[in-house]
C-alpha cells in the first residue's frame, strides 16, 4: 500500500466509508481531499485517519452532541418572515473543510491586500475622487451605482477606515487557485454562524480538533472588539450591533454577535440623536453611543438624509457622525466597492496604490459599461453568466439578478441581449465557475465530493487587517458536482486552518482602554427592559396555565375523579375560559357533552401544538422574548427555557396521549418552571434587568391570583364544593394553610392567607411589596417627599386589603349569590395592575419611533 | 429683473412635538445667471442646534433640531434675487444627440464629470423601456440635442394634462406616462428619465416662477408656488433650462432655488418628530418683482 495513503482501504471494515470508489473525485475539477495523482493530500492524512477509526457509536455520538448543541443555541438561519415564525435550522455538516498553512498564508496575504485596496478606494471615491478625475475608473461605476450615497461625501471617517469587518466569498478553480467571487463590504453576514460551527465541530469531535492542531477563532473576535474600540476617544466607550429587528432573517446572528462581543443589540428607534450626539435610551437615560457595528444597510439608516422611507435608522445619524461623536463599522456607504463592476478594474487599481498585482483574481468578469467587454458578453452570453449589477441592495429581491447562459431560452437571450445594448452600465457578464468539490459527510456511511465556496472575514487593525482563520464554507448537495453550480450551498461547514509549532498567539489585551471596575449593569436598553418585564409576565402566565391544567387533569381521574356532576364539570371549563383556553361557546358544548367532552378539549389544550389557545401558543411567547433578551440570561437559564418550551412540540411527536402522560408532562414543566426561577434568583445579579424581570412575574401573578379567588371564591359554598382545596392548590399555598390551620380550608382563613398574609410568598400583598421594592430601585427623577404615582397606587390597594375584615368578606348575605365586597375588592386590585403596567411602561420603555414630517405631498406648479 | 421672494411654511401638530431633526433646502443658490443680494431663513421656535452648508450638489442645506416643545413650526425664507436672461439659444446648432456617448467616453474634465452624475437611474428617476421608446420619437438619428429636447417639452405639454392631486412625490415615472397626468414635478421627472434612457444628462430644478394675474386683476400676495423644470447638459452649451409645464425654455422668469438628480435631492423640508400626531403643512409662496432703487 502507498504509504502516502495510510487511511484507503484499511483493514477495518468501517473505514469503507472512504474506500475510494466511494469518492470518486470529479474530472476538471479540483478536490480539496484528493489530489491529482489520486492520494489524499498531505494536510488531510491524519485528520482522515483519526475520522476513519471513528466506529459507528462514536459517529452516532457526534451527530448527536451536534443536534443537541443546535438545539440549545437555538441557531435558526430564517427568524420569523412577515410575522410568521418559520425559522430554518440552520445546516451543518460536521466534516470540516481542512486547509493547510502554506496555503492558508497565502490566502492570507492575498486577502489582506484586498481589504486595503478596497478601503482605498472608498476613501478616494468618498473623497477627493482622483480616480474618476485621471480616469482610472470611468465615472458609471460610481455615479451609476445606487450604492454610492451623495450625503456621505466628505463625511470624516476616523483614521480613514472605511472597512472595519468585511467578508471575501472565495473559490479554487480546477488547476488549484483561488479566486475571488464577491467582496461583502456593506455588513457580511455569515461570522457569527462560521463562529457557531466551530464550536460545535470542535465539541463533536474533540480528539479530531485537538489532534488535528487547528487555529482558533475566538482572537479573531476579540482583535476586532479591541481595535473597535480603540476608535472611540472615550476611555469607556459605549458600542452597539445596530440590527433592523427580530423580523430580520439575520437576527439570529445579530444577537449571536452582540453576546460574543458584550454589546448591547439595538434598533434605530433605541436611539436618538441630540445636540449632533447619539444616545442609546436606556432606563438610566439617554447614554451616548460611540461605536456601531451595523447590521442594516446603509441607505436605511438616516431616514433624514439618506432613504427617507426608512423607519429602521435615526433621524440625524449622519450629522452625529459629521460632528465625529460616532464612528460607524462599516462606514455609511460602504456598499460602494460591494459592486461587481468593480471587480474587473482592481488589477489597474492595485497597481495604481500599491505598484503590484493583485495577489488573489478576481472571477474573470466583463462589465458591459464599456465598449469592448460588452461586444465580448453579447457574442459569448451562452457560456456566461450574466448578472444585473448596480441595483440598490434593498431592491435586490424584487428583480431577477443572475441569467445563466447555457439555461436561457431564445426569448429570454433575445431580451436581455436588448437591455444589456441600451442600458449596459448595470450588467456584467461573468465566467462560470466549476469550484472545487470537498467531502460531505452527513452522518451517513460514506463521503462524496460536492461543490463548495468559501467565506473568508477580515477585521481592521491598527496597521492594516487580520483575517478570521477559519470561515463559513458553503456545499451544494443537491446539485450534481460534474453540472454547473451557481447558487450558494445549502449546508455548511467549518474550515479547519492547521497550525504550524509556533503559532501558539497570546491573547491581546487592551492597551489604550484600561478596565473600569462596574456595577449593576446602569446600560440597559429600554427595549431590553421592556422585553424582560414581558418575559417575567409570560414566564409566570406559563406557570400558572400548566398549574391550572395539572390540577383539572388530576380532577379527571382516579379517586378524586371527575364525576359528571354538572357544577363540578362547568366550573373547571369555566376555568378553561377564563385563561382563554376555551371560547365560551366550546366551553358550553363541553359541559353538555360531559366528563368525556371536557377531558377531550383538555388533551387539544395540552397536546396539539397548533391549538391558538393550547398550551404551546403560551409556551411560544415565553420562547419568543426569551430569544430577544437572551443576551441578559445565563446559558443554563436559556437551556431551561429552551427545554421547557419544546416539551409539549416533543410530546406531541410520540403522541402519548394517556392521562399518564399528561401528567408527567405537566410535571416536567412545572420542574422546569422551578429550575428557571432558581437560576433567577440565585444567579442573575440584581440589575435592573432582574428587577424589571422580576416585576413582570410580580404583576402578573397578582392579575391570575385575582382571577382564581374570582372564579372560585366569589360566589356559592366554595368550601363544600371543592373549590376551595383547588383555589389553595393552584395558588400553590395548600401545605401553607395546612400546617397552619391543619383544618378544613374555610374561606375566611383562605382568602387572609391569600390576600393579606405577608408572609406568605404567593400572597397578593406580598407580590406588591416586591413589586414596590424593585421599582424604588429603578432610577427616578428625584420629587418632593410624596410618593410617586406607582407608590399611591400600591400604598391604597395594600392599606384596602390590609383593612378589610376577612371574616365579614367572607360571608355571603342572604338573597344575593354574589359577595359584593370581595368582587370590588378584586376589581380595584386588577385596576391598579393595570395602572402600574402603563405607568413602568410610560416611564421605562420609551423606544417609540419618530414619525415622518412630511412637506406638501405635490407641488403645485403653474401650467 | 430683480425679485423678491417669500416661501412660508407651516406645520400645525395636533399634538405638541418633544424633539423635531430638519434638514432644509431652501436657501437660494446662486449660479452664473442668478445671484442672491439678501437672503434669510427664519425658524420659529428657535432650533437648538442649527448648522448651515453646501450639499453635494452645492445646494446651501440646513440642518436643525428643535428640542423645545411645540405644537407648531414655521419656516420662513426672504430673499432678494437678481436673475439675468440667458444668452439667445440656437437649438439646431448643438451637437447631434447620438454624438453624446461617444463625447462623454473617457471624459475627465470636471464640467463633463459633473454631467455624468446626472447620467443614471435615481431612487425617483427610474428609466425603463417604455420611456426609451416614449423619447426616441423625439429623437431621429442625427438630431440636434438642443431640438429633440424642445421637441420633447413640446410634447408633453400637448399630449399631458396637468392635474394636481393625482400624483404624489413617489408616483414612479412609468404610471405619469402611462395615465398622461399630473403636475410640474412629474413632467419633469419624466423628461429627465427620457433623456438619460437616451444617455443624455439632465438634472432637476426645483425653484419659483413669476405669475402674471388675469387681465384686469391685482396679483395676489402668497398665491404662488414653488414650481420645477429641467436642466439639460449640451457640450459646449453647458446646462440649459426647459419647463415642459409652460413648454418653454426658462428665461428671467424662473427663479432657481435648488438642483439634484430629482426631487429626492432637492426635497425643501424633511423633518422626523417624535410626538405631534397629525399635522398638516401650509405654504405660501410669493414672487414679486421689485425696482432697483427700493433695495439700493
Given at each position: 500500500?502507498?504509504s ?9 471494515p ?13 474530472p ?8 491529482q495523482?489520486?492520494s489524499?493530500?498531505?494536510?488531510w ?29 437555538g ?8 410575522g ?8 451543518l ?13 497565502q490566502?492570507?496575504a ?43 461625501h ?9 472597512l ?5 466569498d ?9 479566486w ?7 455588513a ?5 454562524f462560521a463562529?457557531?460551527?466551530r ?5 463533536a ?6 489532534e ?27 458600542a ?5 429587528g ?20 439595538v434598533?434605530?428607534?433605541d436611539m ?11 432606563v ?15 441607505d436605511?439608516?438616516d ?7 426608512s423607519?429602521?435608522?435615526i ?5 452625529s ?9 462599516n462606514?455609511?456607504g460602504s ?7 468593480l471587480?474587473?478594474f482592481?488589477?489597474?487599481?492595485s497597481?495604481f ?12 468578469t ?18 456566461l453568466?450574466?448578472r ?7 431592491n ?20 436581455l441581449?436588448q437591455?444589456i ?5 448595470e450588467y456584467?457578464g461573468?465566467?462560470i465557475v ?26 481592521a487593525?491598527?496597521?492594516g487587517y ?6 463559513l ?5 443537491q446539485?450534481?458536482?460534474r453540472?454547473h ?5 445549502d449546508?455548511?461547514?467549518d474550515?479547519w486552518?492547521?497550525s ?43 406557570e ?9 387533569f ?13 357544577e363540578?364539570?362547568s366550573?373547571?371549563?369555566?376555568l ?14 363541553a ?13 387539544t ?9 393550547g398550551?404551546?401558543?403560551?409556551l ?31 410530546w406531541a ?9 399528561a ?8 420542574q ?14 440584581r ?7 422580576e416585576?413582570?412575574?410580580?404583576l ?10 374570582r ?5 356559592g359554598t366554595?368550601e ?21 390551620y391543619r383544618?378544613?380550608?374555610k374561606?375566611?382563613?383562605v ?8 408572609t ?26 410624596s ?7 400600591i ?14 368578606m367572607?360571608e355571603?348575605?342572604?338573597?344575593s349569590?354574589?359577595?359584593a ?11 391598579g ?17 419618530a414619525?415622518?414630517?412630511s412637506?406638501?405631498?405635490w407641488?403645485e406648479g403653474?401650467? | ?8 411654511t ?30 434669510s ?6 432650533p437648538s ?5 453646501k450639499?453635494?450638489?452645492g445646494n446651501?442645506?440646513?440642518?436643525l ?8 413650526l ?21 451637437l447631434?444627440?447620438d ?21 443614471y ?7 425603463d ?18 431640438a ?21 412625490v ?5 404610471d ?5 397626468k ?17 444617455g ?12 402674471h394675474?388675469?387681465e384686469?386683476?391685482e396679483?395676489?400676495?402668497?398665491a404662488?408656488?414653488s ?10 452649451l ?6 415642459p409645464?409652460n ?16 426631487y ?33
Open positions: 500500500m502507498d502516502l495513503m495510510p487511511s484507503f482501504a484499511s483493514e477495518s468501517d473505514s469503507s466509508i472512504l474506500a475510494p470508489m466511494n469518492y470518486p473525485p470529479q476538471d475539477t479540483f478536490d480539496e481531499l484528493i489530489g495523482d489520486g489524499v493530500r498531505t494536510h492524512q491524519g485528520f482522515l485517519k483519526g475520522f476513519s477509526a471513528l466506529d459507528d457509536t462514536d459517529r452516532q455520538a457526534a451527530r448527536e452532541t451536534a443536534e443537541r448543541l443546535l438545539k440549545d443555541d441557531v435558526t438561519y430564517l427568524a420569523g418572515q412577515d410568521q415564525q418559520s425559522d430554518r435550522p440552520w445546516q455538516d460536521l466534516l470540516p473543510l481542512l486547509i493547510s498553512q502554506e496555503e492558508w498564508t490566502l492570507e492575498g486577502l489582506i491586500q484586498r481589504a486595503r485596496l478596497l478601503n482605498h478606494i472608498l476613501s478616494d471615491l468618498y473623497g477627493p475622487q482622483q480616480l474618476l478625475k485621471n480616469g482610472t475608473l470611468p465615472p458609471a461605476v460610481v455615479f451609476g451605482n445606487p450604492q454610492f450615497l451623495q450625503p456621505c466628505n463625511v470624516p471617517v476616523q483614521g480613514g477606515t472605511y472595519h469587518f468585511l467578508a471575501f472565495v473559490a479554487r478553480a480546477p488547476d488549484g487557485q483561488w475571488v467571487l464577491r467582496d461583502r463590504t456593506e457580511p453576514t455569515g461570522a457569527g463562529l457557531e460551527n464550536i460545535i465541530a470542535s465539541r469531535l474533540p480528539d479530531l480538533f485537538d488535528t492542531g487547528v487555529q482558533r477563532l475566538s482572537s479573531f473576535f476579540q482583535t476586532f472588539s479591541h481595535n473597535f474600540l480603540e476608535f472611540s476617544q472615550r476611555d469607556d466607550p459605549l452597539v450591533v445596530l440590527s433592523p427580530p423580523q430580520n432573517v439575520g437576527y439570529f446572528e445579530h444577537a449571536y454577535l452582540s453576546r460574543y462581543l458584550g454589546y448591547p443589540v434598533e434605530g428607534s436618538t440623536v441630540r445636540d449632533d450626539r447619539l444616545f442609546l435610551k436606556t438610566d437615560g439617554l447614554k451616548p453611543v460611540d461605536l456601531v457595528l451595523r447590521r442594516l444597510y446603509s436605511l439608516c431616514p433624514l438624509e439618506l432613504s427617507t422611507e423607519a429602521l435608522g433621524p440625524g445619524l449622519l450629522q457622525i459629521r460632528a465625529g461623536h460616532v464612528t460607524m463599522g462606514a455609511l456598499g460602494l466597492v460591494d459592486s461587481e463592476v471587480l474587473s482592481l488589477p489597474t487599481l497597481q496604490f500599491f505598484s503590484e498585482g493583485l495577489k488573489i483574481p478576481s472571477v474573470a466583463w462589465w458591459c459599461g464599456q465598449a469592448q467587454e460588452r461586444a465580448y458578453v453579447l457574442e459569448n452570453m451562452k457560456r453568466m450574466i444585473q449589477v448596480l441595483t440598490p441592495q434593498r435586490l429581491s424584487q428583480r431577477r439578478l443572475s441569467s445563466f447562459g447555457p439555461d436561457l431560452t431564445a426569448r429570454d437571450e433575445q431580451e441581449r437591455a445594448i441600451r442600458r449596459g452600465h456584467v461573468r465566467e466549476s469550484p472545487s468539490t470537498t467531502p460531505f459527510w452527513g452522518g451517513g456511511d460514506q463521503l462524496r465530493p460536492v461543490p463548495m465556496t468559501l467565506r473568508l472575514y477580515l477585521t487593525t491598527k496597521d487580520t483575517v478570521m482563520p477559519g470561515g464554507a458553503r456545499v451544494s448537495v446539485s450534481d458536482p453540472g453550480w451557481h447558487e450558494p450551498g449546508f455548511s461547514k474550515t486552518v492547521k504550524g509549532p509556533f503559532d501558539h498567539q497570546p491573547v491581546v489585551a487592551p492597551a489604550h482602554h484600561t478596565l473600569a471596575l462596574r456595577r449593576g449593569g446602569r446600560d440597559l436598553p429600554s427595549r431590553t427592559a421592556d422585553n424582560l418585564f414581558w418575559l417575567g409576565r409570560y414566564i409566570e402566565r406559563a400558572a396555565a400548566i398549574r391550572l391544567l395539572r390540577s383539572l388530576l380532577r379527571t381521574s382516579g379517586e378524586a375523579g371527575l364525576s359528571d356532576e354538572p363540578t364539570l366550573r373547571l371549563v369555566s378553561l375560559v377564563m385563561q382563554k383556553h376555551l371560547s365560551p361557546r366550546r366551553a358550553k358544548r359541559v353538555k357533552g360531559g366528563a368525556d367532552m371536557v377531558e377531550a378539549e383538555l388533551r389544550i395540552l397536546f396539539d401544538p397548533d391549538s391558538p389557545d398550551l404551546a401558543t403560551i411560544q411567547n415565553v420562547r419568543r422574548t426569551a430569544e430577544l433578551v437572551r443576551h441578559r440570561l445565563s446559558q443554563d437559564t436559556w437551556n431551561i427555557l429552551i427545554e421547557l418550551t419544546s416539551v409539549p412540540k416533543d411527536r410520540t403522541k402519548g396521549q394517556r392521562m399518564d402522560d401528567l408527567r408532562l405537566l410535571s416536567r414543566m412545572i422546569h418552571l422551578a429550575a428557571v426561577n432558581g437560576m433567577v434568583m440565585e444567579n442573575m445579579t440589575s435592573y434587568a432582574w428587577r424589571f424581570l416585576m413582570g412575574r410580580r402578573e401573578r397578582v392579575r391570575h391570583l385575582s382571577k382564581l379567588i372564579h372560585l371564591a366569589s360566589r366554595p363544600e364544593t371543592g373549590a376551595l382545596n383547588l383555589l389553595l392548590e393552584l395558588a400553590d399555598s395548600s401545605i401553607t394553610y395546612r400546617t397552619r383544618a378544613e380550608a374561606l375566611a382563613a382568602l387572609d392567607l391569600l390576600l393579606a398574609d405577608e406568605n410568598p404567593r400572597s397578593m400583598i406580598f407580590q406588591l411589596h416586591t413589586f414596590e421594592t424593585h421599582m424604588n430601585d429603578l432610577p427616578h427623577e428625584e420629587t418632593a417627599a410618593l410617586n404615582p406607582a407608590q399611591k397606587i400604598t391604597r390597594v395594600c392599606t384596602d386589603i390590609r383593612l378589610t375584615d376577612m371574616i365579614q367572607a355571603l348575605a342572604k338573597d349569590k354574589v359577595r365586597s370581595l368582587v370590588r375588592l378584586l376589581k380595584e386590585i386588577d385596576q395592575v393595570y395602572q402600574l403596567s402603563e405607568i413602568v411602561a410610560q416611564t421605562y420603555f420609551s423606544h417609540s419611533l414619525q415622518r414630517i412637506g406638501p405631498q407641488l403653474i401650467p | 429683473m430683480i425679485y423678491q421672494v417669500t416661501h412660508r407651516t406645520f400645525d401638530y395636533t399634538q405638541p412635538v418633544a424633539i423635531s431633526h430638519h434638514v432644509l433646502r431652501l436657501v437660494f443658490r446662486n449660479h452664473p445667471r442668478q445671484h442672491s443680494l439678501r437672503s431663513l427664519t425658524i420659529d421656535p428657535s442646534v442649527r448648522s448651515d452648508g450639499d453635494y450638489f446651501p442645506l440646513t440642518h433640531t428643535i428640542e423645545t416643545p411645540h405644537a407648531a414655521v419656516v420662513e425664507t426672504q430673499t432678494t434675487v437678481d436673475v439675468e436672461k440667458p444668452e439667445p439659444i440656437h437649438l439646431d446648432q448643438s447631434p444627440w454624438q453624446m456617448t461617444d463625447q462623454l467616453q473617457g471624459a475627465t474634465d470636471d464640467e463633463m464629470l459633473d454631467a455624468q452624475q446626472f447620467l437611474d435615481s431612487p425617483y428617476v427610474t428609466i423601456d417604455d420611456t426609451y421608446d416614449f423619447v426616441l420619437e423625439c429623437f431621429p438619428p442625427g438630431r440636434p440635442i438642443l429633440g429636447i424642445m421637441d420633447l417639452t413640446s410634447r408633453i405639454y400637448r399630449d399631458f394634462t396637468y392635474e394636481g392631486g393625482v400624483t404624489d413617489s408616483t414612479p415615472v412609468k405619469v406616462l402611462m395615465t398622461r399630473g403636475v410640474c414635478q412629474d413632467f419633469a421627472h419624466l423628461a429627465i428619465a427620457a433623456l438619460r434612457s437616451l443624455l444628462p439632465a438634472r432637476y430644478i426645483s425653484g419659483y416662477l413669476l405669475t394675474p388675469p384686469g386683476q396679483k395676489l400676495v402668497g404662488d408656488a414650481h420645477a423644470w429641467l436642466s439639460a447638459w449640451c457640450p459646449s453647458g446646462w440649459i433650462d426647459f419647463d409645464t413648454n418653454c425654455i426658462p428665461s428671467d422668469e424662473h427663479i432657481t432655488l435648488a438642483w439634484g438628480r430629482d429626492g435631492d432637492v426635497s425643501p423640508i424633511n423633518g422626523f418628530m417624535i410626538g405631534g400626531g397629525l399635522h398638516t403643512p401650509t405654504v405660501s409662496v410669493d414672487v414679486s418683482p421689485v425696482s432697483l432703487p427700493s433695495i439700493i
